[in-house]
Each structure stands twice: as structure tokens, then as C-alpha cells.
């Protein structure tokens, strides 16, 4: 029989009461539940809602909080949640420490290469600006306590009439009176020419430079003069300096030097013996520098470099002996990777704190001075358009190392024939005589201002300034004592 439960007046929890559980069908509510217990009515005791409160307030051992257990319940029940869920864990643990992507520094507009300017450089890291060293002048001054007719007075006053006040005489106060900054009296100029050359490096400098120019005639760039040179392109540890000139064989035979050298030899009728034919590569840690006494070493690349001590030194000793160094940048505009190592690596040439790079003004005796061609009168357009100054060190008031970051470089890549057209001779190899066709075939395209009009004027400007590179010393020296 049905079993009753006593009355629990105690606890306030009416008794059980014998109503039938709910059967199967009841139950499921369209559920399906095991299968020993399908289609059988199961008759038990069931406790009322206060029980059932009752019974549900009071966690049972082991029991989990409800919110977990929903958790576990729901995660058991959804088979997409528990796939989802598995896949997450699994992608973060394979792939949770991988980087996808670095963040990089923006390149400049335009990088030249190992052909010049149209092809990619390297990936080098920009080199820092040098950091110069400051001089710092001391200077000595001197207190001296003197007394003064003024005097401290003490003010009394009162609290009923504060208008009502007396000043009594304290104490005298001595008062320091600083003197005039002693500085050092700057050292007399040596005895010499301009700028306080010395006699010693005047005929140092007139021996080194004296084979450049003959003939008669007087002032810079006259064409009664007449000059021969051989001319050198630096070659220099790393870096690309071969950029804007073809090799071939082990010869220079083409770019932008022979190109510049050979129209100058053209439009002065050859009183400009410039040896065009034989434009050479020098090594700047050689001492065939100081046997073969260049006007100037012809120095351009797109890359970082950097000189070794050997070339420092040799370069140190070529410039303070008269010689020039001429360098342009292959990536036209500053802070390209070889105009910040061209600058940095001067600077060691020349580390004198009180010289660096300047800009010359359109009245420098380059555009002034008798050029040889008067109607180039400022620095003409660059690659691109480009028409930053020159830029020069100086060592006695003259021209040392000079800069262009126009790219005149590449652009002397394309030659100009006898009668100002563009250069498209080939020799018996099929190869053109004074054009790079990797330049030319880029103009209006990612190259421009090679119209012949403009590379005329560079040429000319070129020409004005190898002729004042040749001749830049001839006064100083003459003004000199005796030699």
C-alpha cells in the first residue's frame, strides 16, 4: 500500500500526499527518455512546493552552483557550442603567438639601385645624422664688493595711523659689481694669401695644382685658356659608386662623367683637353691619388656607406693638397640614404668643428667669376625637376667638396651628339655609345626633365664648374709671399 509520511508540525512542512508522478508522455513533452522507462506510469510520493523550496534552498553535498551547472548543461547539450568552443582553444593555443605583420618605416619617394636611379636599392638601415661636437668658451669673470652711498632703511609704522610711519638708517650694502668678460685674443692669421694661407701651403697646393691649366690668357674659365686632366671616379668601400657609368671590359666606356668630359672637349674645339676616352676608376684608399694629382674625384651611389680609415686619411691629405671632391647623389633630393652617408662621411674628411656644408649663393665666382658659360647664372633644374643649391665644405676660403643632390648624375646618362640632339649611336657591340636606355625609356614615366633643353643647361653648368675646380687656387697662390 502507499506509504504516508507523519505530519511534520515542527517544521512547518505539510505531509506527502499521494499523487501520481507524472507518466512518460506527460513528462517528455515531446522529449525522448530511456528506454526502460517508455510507456510505463510510475506512481510515487510527491512533495509539495514548500518541500520542494524547502529542499532546493539547501545545497546538497557535492552539489555545483546553479549558474555552472547551466553552463555544464548547455555545453553538454549543444553539439555547435562545444565545436565552436574546442576550436577557439585549439586556434588560440597553435596561433596565439604568432606576429602576422611588423610595422615598417615609410621608404623615401624613390630608391635608385645597382643601375641608378631606376632600380631598388637595398634595404639598409638609415644611418643617423652625424652628431657634431660643440665648442664651449669659457670665460672668466670677477666680483669685486663695493660699498654705495644707498642705505637699507627700516619703515615703522603704526596700527591706529599707518600713514604715520618713520624710516630709520640700518645697514650699508656692499654691492658686487662684475667686470667685462675676458676672453682669449684670437691668434694672428699666418702670414700667406687669402683666407691666412701659409706660404708652405700655398706651394704645397700650387705644386699639386699647377699641371691643370697652360697656355695664356687671364681670370677663371676664359676661353683663351687651355686645360688637360684626366678625370676619376671614386671608387669607395661598400655602397654602390659605379651608378651612373657602364664598365665594360674593366673600362669606363660610357655614363655620366665621359659624357660631361666629352662635350666639353667638343664645344671648346678641344682647348679642354678632358681625355674623356679614358675616364678611370681610382680606389680612395690608393696612393695613385697623389701621383696622378686629379682636379677633383668624381664620388655618387644611392647607398649607405661608409669610408674606411685609409680613405679618411688619403682624402684628408688630397683636399688639403688642392684637390676637390665632387659628390652627387644618384636619388635626387635629401635624406636618401647616400646623401645622409655623403654628408656623415665628409665630416670625417674635413672634421673641423667650425666648417660644414653651406649653400653657395648665385653669387659665387662658379656663376660669376668669367664662367665659361656666362648664360648659366644659378643651378639649373635636376632630375625631376629638382633645384636644391650646391653645396660645398671650404678649406682657405676655397672650395674643398663640393655637393649636388639634384642627380645631375643620371642625367648625363643620356649624351648629347655634335649637334644637341639626343645620342642614339651604337657601337659595334649594339651598344649605345653615350645613352642608358634604362633612363631613357623611363622619362615621363617615373624619370622627367630630359628634354634636350635641359640637359644642355646641366652640361653647361658641368662645364662652369670643372673650369672653376681647375682654377680656384691660381689666385691665392699668386698672392701669396714668395713661394
Not at 131 to 156: D, E, G
Not at 385 to 407: H, R
Request: charged content about 20%.
Amino acid at each position: 500500500m502507499p506509504r504516508r509520511e507523519a505530519g511534520r508540525g515542527a517544521s512547518g512542512v505539510s505531509g506527502c500526499s499521494d499523487r501520481p508522478y507524472p507518466t512518460d508522455s506527460r513528462r517528455r513533452a515531446g522529449s525522448q527518455v530511456m528506454a526502460g522507462r517508455r510507456g510505463v506510469g510510475l506512481h510515487e510520493k510527491h512533495c509539495d512546493a514548500d518541500l520542494e523550496s524547502l529542499r532546493l534552498s539547501i545545497p546538497m553535498a557535492g552539489q555545483l552552483p546553479p549558474v555552472l551547472q547551466k553552463f555544464i548543461d548547455k555545453f553538454s547539450n549543444s553539439r555547435d557550442f562545444a565545436i565552436s568552443f574546442t576550436l577557439h582553444v585549439i586556434l588560440v593555443a597553435a596561433f596565439g603567438g604568432t606576429v602576422l605583420f611588423k610595422a615598417v618605416q615609410e621608404p623615401p619617394d624613390f630608391e635608385g639601385g645597382e643601375g641608378g636611379f631606376v632600380q631598388a636599392s637595398d634595404a639598409q638601415n638609415v644611418p643617423p645624422p652625424p652628431q657634431q661636437q660643440q665648442q664651449q668658451t669659457t670665460f672668466n669673470v670677477t666680483t669685486v664688493a663695493t660699498p654705495t652711498a644707498s642705505t637699507l632703511n627700516t619703515i615703522t609704522t603704526t596700527a591706529v595711523n599707518p600713514l604715520n610711519f618713520s624710516m630709520a638708517p640700518t645697514v650699508v650694502a656692499p654691492v658686487t659689481t662684475p667686470t667685462a668678460p675676458s676672453a682669449p685674443a684670437p691668434a694672428p692669421a699666418p702670414a700667406g694669401g687669402a683666407e691666412g694661407m701659409p706660404t708652405a701651403v700655398a706651394s704645397q697646393i700650387k705644386a699639386f695644382t699647377g699641371g691643370w691649366g697652360k697656355g695664356t690668357g687671364t681670370g677663371t674659365g676664359t676661353r683663351s685658356r687651355e686645360f688637360e686632366f684626366t678625370a676619376y671616379i671614386g671608387q669607395y668601400n661598400g655602397g654602390n659608386w659605379n651608378s651612373t657609368i657602364r664598365v665594360s671590359g674593366g673600362k669606363i666606356d660610357t655614363g655620366s662623367l665621359p659624357n660631361l668630359l666629352y662635350l666639353m672637349s667638343f664645344w671648346s674645339k678641344d682647348k679642354i683637353k678632358t681625355n674623356y676616352k679614358n675616364v678611370k676608376a681610382i680606389k680612395l684608399d690608393s696612393d695613385e691619388i697623389f701621383a696622378v694629382k686629379p682636379p677633383f674625384i668624381f664620388l655618387t651611389g644611392t647607398r649607405d656607406f661608409v669610408l674606411t680609415p685609409k680613405e679618411v686619411e688619403n682624402l684628408q691629405k688630397y683636399v688639403r693638397m688642392g684637390g676637390c671632391i665632387w659628390g652627387d647623389s644618384s636619388v635626387p633630393g635629401l635624406r636618401s640614404r647616400f646623401d645622409i652617408a655623403f654628408r656623415r662621411e665628409m665630416k670625417r674628411v674635413i672634421p673641423d668643428v667650425d666648417k660644414d656644408f653651406e649653400p653657395l649663393p648665385s653669387n659665387h665666382p662658379i656663376f660669376t667669376q668669367n664662367p665659361y658659360f656666362p648664360e648659366v647664372k644659378d643651378v639649373p633644374p635636376g632630375l625631376n625637376y629638382y633645384s636644391l643649391p650646391i653645396y660645398a665644405m671650404k678649406i682657405y676660403g676655397e672650395v674643398a667638396i663640393i655637393y649636388t643632390a639634384n642627380d645631375y648624375g643620371d642625367m648625363w646618362q643620356v649624351g648629347l651628339d655634335e649637334n644637341g640632339k639626343i645620342d642614339f649611336r651604337k657601337n659595334a657591340a649594339g651598344l649605345f655609345v653615350a645613352l642608358n636606355p634604362a633612363i631613357w625609356d623611363q622619362r615621363d614615366v617615373y624619370i622627367r626633365n630630359l628634354g634636350v633643353d635641359a640637359l644642355t643647361m646641366t652640361y653647361k653648368f658641368g662645364t662652369n664648374v670643372v673650369i672653376h675646380l681647375l682654377t680656384r687656387w691660381e689666385s691665392k697662390v699668386r698672392t701669396a709671399p714668395t713661394l
